[in-house]
């Protein structure tokens, strides 16, 4: 399992993980708020260029992003083409099949849900590759979300990779036996693919119960007081990139509610 | 006061039909090193979660008698308290972990306790040391060795600076690089700190030289309890129970019965061989 994290002492890196936290979330909001194609590609250019910055800067290699990317174009074409057929506003400038059309409005939102995606994606780029998982779950705990949610957060990242490699340990086992996974019918794929489960369960339920003893017997106790190990604290950069990030929410709203722009159909998000 | 106090315990887990522990007694004293020894399946990690309350409180079954951990008794006590007094080691060292980092990882026991933050950092580096994984902090435990990830968890549990340190077969699926490195740093804790330690493991030779008393268990019961030479010297009686002595005393053994050289001591450490075998060969 690659690492998203890139070590680095970028202007991202040093900003507090929960100020990364609240500027991407605020920042996604906005995202959700523009939708005009123009406004659209002026907020993925400005927060585009910094990835960018940050893959040479950092020398991220493509490897680590693929996936990433790989998963944005499926979503993004996905979300465009549903946008630009079912839109449902417009006039009628193609039709499609019947009941179905292509309109004068559902291209620029097509569009504009298109980029609108694609800068989500850029604004969490940012984030997972300046913040340590460990850093991400102190910044959560920091703005004051209960522990045991951090902690199940935590647990879940934590198991990942043992998961992944269990399940590949599983597979080269299993295909040493002589399991052909890519051969026959769907169905018996799908039988074959219970051979790598029911054992891949059993040997999680094992490790699970493993980890409740562990934590058990690590004094953990729910909802007990406890302190909190190098606590991530503010700086004034942060103040300032907290203040810059609620400023740029705030006008977006303020242009779009209150002078109507950046948005071709007022009612809808 | 022996610091635990196990008095006529019988376990048995849920749906099992015969008990997995049979009228256990033994007593640890503080500051002991105790090594407990057995073939499989004869209820050592079942003694292991005992003391520290796993068992009874989060593995269902019948369970009779009392474990009396440092005056507590662990019917009535959460583990979560008594995690104060008995830090724990497991077998699997993939799935005891928590957290993302080595040193959160260290940390996350310290938390539980609410400790300043002052005490926590001086503790967590007190604890890498002694483990020697101080530059391994940032690393995420799963991208370590065997050896290096129980060693984490012995500094995670040494850290809590509790009395007793229970290590359940911490090198079962270790190479033998990573069996060093752990043995290296209980043979270090033996040494350098005054902390109880119950070890649970097969590994004869490790042990031979600083184990203050040996106890043996076979099909849920203690057969034997004795310094490691007194136990190891029987080598019939434990070839018999599925336990190798470590293999310089079998080697003596099988020497002495082939040739008849009525050697009055069996040795248990390589060092003692070799003088027992110049010994010999001078006498020939």
Not at chain 2, 97 to 116: D, I, Q, R, Y
Not at chain 2, 263 to 283: C, G, S
Request: with cysteine.
């Amino acid at each position: 399992m690659s690492e998203l994290y890139c070590p680095g002492n970028t202007f991202f890196h040093k900003l507090s993980p929960q100020t990364k936290i609240i500027f991407t979330f605020l920042m996604s909001i906005t995202a959700l708020f523009i939708q005009m194609p123009l406004w659209n590609l002026v907020f993925l250019l400005a927060v585009g260029i910094p990835v960018i910055w940050l893959k040479f800067k950092l020398k991220v290699t493509s490897a680590v992003l693929k996936p990433f990317l790989r998963t944005a174009v499926v979503v993004t074409c996905a979300i465009a083409v549903s946008w630009l057929l079912f839109s449902g506003v417009g006039k009628p400038i193609y039709k499609v099949y019947d009941g179905i059309y292509i309109t004068d409005l559902s291209i620029p939102l097509a569009i504009a849900m298109a980029l609108r995606l694609l800068s989500l994606l850029a604004i969490t780029i940012i984030l997972v590759v300046t913040t340590r998982e460990v850093d991400i779950i102190a910044g959560i705990r920091k703005l004051r979300i209960p522990y045991f949610i951090c902690l199940i957060f935590a647990l879940a990242l934590r198991f990942i990779p043992t998961l992944y490699d269990d399940y590949h340990t599983i597979v080269e086992a299993q295909m040493s036996r002589g399991l052909e996974l890519e051969k026959g019918s769907l169905l018996e794929r799908v039988r074959k693919l219970i051979i790598i489960l029911v054992p891949w369960l059993i040997t999680s339920f094992k490790r699970v119960t493993i980890l409740a003893n562990a934590l058990d017997s690590r004094g953990f106790i729910p909802l007990q007081p406890r302190s909190f190990y190098k606590e991530p604290r503010y700086s004034k950069t942060d103040y300032v990139m907290i203040f810059l990030s609620f400023a740029v929410f705030i006008l977006v709203l303020i242009l779009r509610y209150y002078f109507g722009y950046l948005a071709i159909i007022p009612w809808r998000l | 006061m022996p610091i635990i106090e196990i008095k006529n315990l019988w376990f048995k887990y849920r749906g099992s039909p015969k008990w997995t522990l049979k009228n256990i007694n033994l007593d640890i004293e503080e500051g002991e090193f105790i090594v407990i020894m057995g073939p499989a399946e004869s209820g050592k990690s079942t003694l292991g979660l005992c003391l520290n309350g796993l068992i009874p409180h989060s593995i269902p079954g019948t369970f009779k008698g009392n474990v009396i951990v440092d005056g507590l008794n662990t019917r009535t006590e959460k583990v979560g308290r008594l995690a104060r007094i008995v830090g724990m080691v497991f077998q699997d060292p993939e799935s005891q972990f928590c957290m993302m980092s080595v040193e959160s990882e260290v940390a996350f026991g310290l938390e539980n306790l609410n400790l300043p933050n002052d005490e926590m950092i001086e503790r967590v580096e007190w604890a890498l040391d002694v483990v020697d994984m101080k530059e391994y902090r940032d690393k995420p435990p799963h991208r370590l060795s065997g050896g290096q990830k129980q060693r984490v968890a012995i500094a995670a549990a040494l850290a809590m600076k509790t009395k007793v340190l229970v290590l359940d077969d911490p090198t079962a699926s270790l190479d033998p690089i990573g069996k060093y490195e752990v043995f290296s740093v209980v043979k270090e804790l033996r040494e350098k700190y005054s902390i109880t330690i119950i070890l649970f493991t097969q590994e004869a030779e490790m042990v031979a030289e600083f184990a203050d008393r040996i106890v043996l268990m076979n099909a849920g019961e203690i057969v034997r309890i004795g310094t490691p030479r007194e136990i190891f010297s029987d080598v019939d009686f434990l070839m018999k129970l599925g336990v190798r002595p470590p293999q310089v005393t079998e080697l003596f053994h099988l020497i002495n019965k082939e040739l008849n050289c009525n050697v009055e001591q069996y040795p248990i450490t390589l060092d003692e061989a070799v003088q027992k075998t110049l010994k010999l060969l001078r006498r020939e």
